[in-house]
């Protein structure tokens, strides 16, 4: 499959900034996905994305489709030490295919 | 959403045996995936899991190695076979509603 390119690669921040990352790929796609793993866990969905230039919330986490379908972004608001861990862009062309994956960003908040 | 659930949740297992991880969803699913994640790596896909006929694997990934069985709509195996430490990672099953997936708890899987 198709690697995305995830950026930063890692974060460490303070509680209540702000955190963006996004996600590129050469490909259009037709859904971008944004999961959270926890040490221990599968990766959990937080956002799912299906129009170009869609805007969806959930909480404090906001993400985008980007408008050439090649690329999304997720915001996380004033963040808290319970964002910590690692996040995942995911996207796909087709309903019920497997799925690209970005390489992740971690992320560490401290109190 | 679905729930999903792998057993085993760990194992530490010698070189070169195998070990079977199970993967059970509560509602009936047409696809099922299996991905594995090396340590602080992204997931990467093994293969597509079908119903009533072989699994579809990815470039890299073999049957011999890797068998994959689903005997109905709501449960899986993958048997990762004559390990080695290389096959240390998260073995994580995931299933797809439309175009989104929803994944398992993963297993643990250490080989000394």
């Known amino acids: 499959g198709q690697q995305l390119n995830q950026s930063p690669q890692s974060m460490f921040i303070q509680e209540g900034e702000d955190v963006s990352m996004n996600c590129t790929s050469s490909?259009?796609?037709?859904?971008w996905l944004w999961y959270k793993q926890d040490p221990g866990e599968g990766p959990v969905l937080l956002i799912a994305?299906?129009?170009?230039?869609e805007l969806t919330s959930n909480g404090r986490l906001t993400a985008q489709f980007g408008i050439t379908r090649k690329d999304s972004f997720l915001n996380i608001s004033a963040s808290i030490p319970s964002d910590v861990g690692i996040y995942f862009c995911?996207?796909?062309?087709?309903?019920?295919?497997?799925?690209?994956f970005g390489k992740g960003t971690s992320l560490l908040v401290t109190p | 959403s679905a729930v999903i659930s792998q057993k085993p949740s760990r194992d530490i297992c010698q070189r070169g045996t195998s070990l079977t991880i199970q993967c059970q969803v509560d509602?009936?699913?047409?696809?099922m995936f299996w991905y594995r994640q090396q340590p602080g790596q992204s997931l990467t896909l093994i293969a597509t899991?079908?119903?009533?006929?072989?699994?579809?694997?990815e470039s890299g990934f073999v049957i011999d190695k890797f068998p994959i069985s689903r005997p109905n709509l709501t449960f899986s195996t993958l048997t990762v076979s004559n390990m080695s430490p290389e096959d240390s990672s998260i073995y994580l099953c995931?299933?797809?509603?439309?175009?989104?997936?929803?994944f398992g708890p993963g297993t643990r899987l250490t080989v000394l």
């Open positions: 995931s299933v797809a509603r439309g175009y989104e997936q929803f």
């Open positions: 490909s259009i796609f037709n859904t």
């Open positions: 994305l299906y129009k170009a230039g």
């Open positions: 995911a996207a796909n062309s087709n309903s019920g295919y497997a799925l690209n």
């Open positions: 509602s009936q699913v047409t696809m």
């Open positions: 899991a079908n119903q009533g006929s072989e699994a579809t694997y």
